[in-house]
Every structure is written in C-alpha cells, then in structure tokens.
Nanobody, 124 residues
Framework: QVQLVESGGGLVQAGDSLRLSCAPSGRAFGGYVVGWFRQAPGKERAFVASIVWSPGNTYYADSVKGRFTIARDIAKNTVSLQMNSLKPEDTAVYYC?????????????????WGQGTQVTVSS
C-alpha cells in the first residue's frame, strides 16, 4: 500500500508560479510511474504530467507543456510539479497518483494510488 501526501497548493495571481510536491509513505517510488492530475469543478479528472521513475522520462499534457515541469528527487524520494506562468484555467484540485508499472500511463483509471489533492487557485 502506498499513501501519497501532496503539498504546495494555494492562491496566486495569473503569471505567478507554484511548486507542488508529492511524497509517499509505505514504500519508495522506484519502479513506478508518478503522475499529476487535476480536476476543476464540473469537469473530469485530467492528466497533467507524469514521470517514469526509472529512467526519469517525463510526459505532459499539451495545455501545460512549456509551463509546467515534473521532476523527481531520488535522494528525497519525492516528485515535484513546478508550475510557471499560471493561468486562471489552471485552477483545480491537483492530485498526485502512482501507477504500478514502468510504462507511462495517461488515464486516471490506470493509476493505483492517489493523494488527497491540493487546491490551486489562479486569479485573473
């Protein structure tokens, strides 16, 4: 069993930056895919970015490519999501998730463990 804890959400203005962090308890991320998803009110949960822990390949939704960066800290066993040039449409609850596979996954249904979510609100 893997429990995930997200941190770093908040209220910012358009153009600002935020950094989210995801830490697991129960085991390390090694051998897994770690993803970030977001869900805005009235919308389905959507893929944002993911990283295959080894070898560290990263993947992004088109809507965040060039603005968001997902990264792993091997020593700390954490995954971060650096979000720059935030827009009001980035407002959502952001979730960290883990898929028990070494092949990248894009669909929420392919992920086995989820964090509780952290709110990101971007004002215009």
């Amino acid at each position: 069993q893997v429990q995930l804890v997200e941190s770093g959400g908040g209220l910012v203005q358009a153009g600002d930056s935020l950094r989210l962090s995801c830490a697991p308890s129960g085991r390390a991320f090694g051998g897994y895919v770690v993803g970030w998803f977001r869900q805005a009110p009235g919308k389905e949960r959507a893929f944002v970015a993911s990283i295959v822990w080894s070898p560290g390949n990263t993947y992004y939704a088109d809507s965040v490519k060039g603005r968001f960066t997902i990264a792993r800290d091997i020593a700390k066993n954490t995954v971060s999501l650096q979000m720059n040039s935030l827009k009001p449409e980035d407002t959502a609850v952001y979730y960290c998730a883990v898929a028990r596979t070494y092949v990248n996954r894009l669909r929420p249904g392919d992920y086995n463990y989820w964090g509780q979510g952290t709110q990101v609100t971007v004002s215009s």
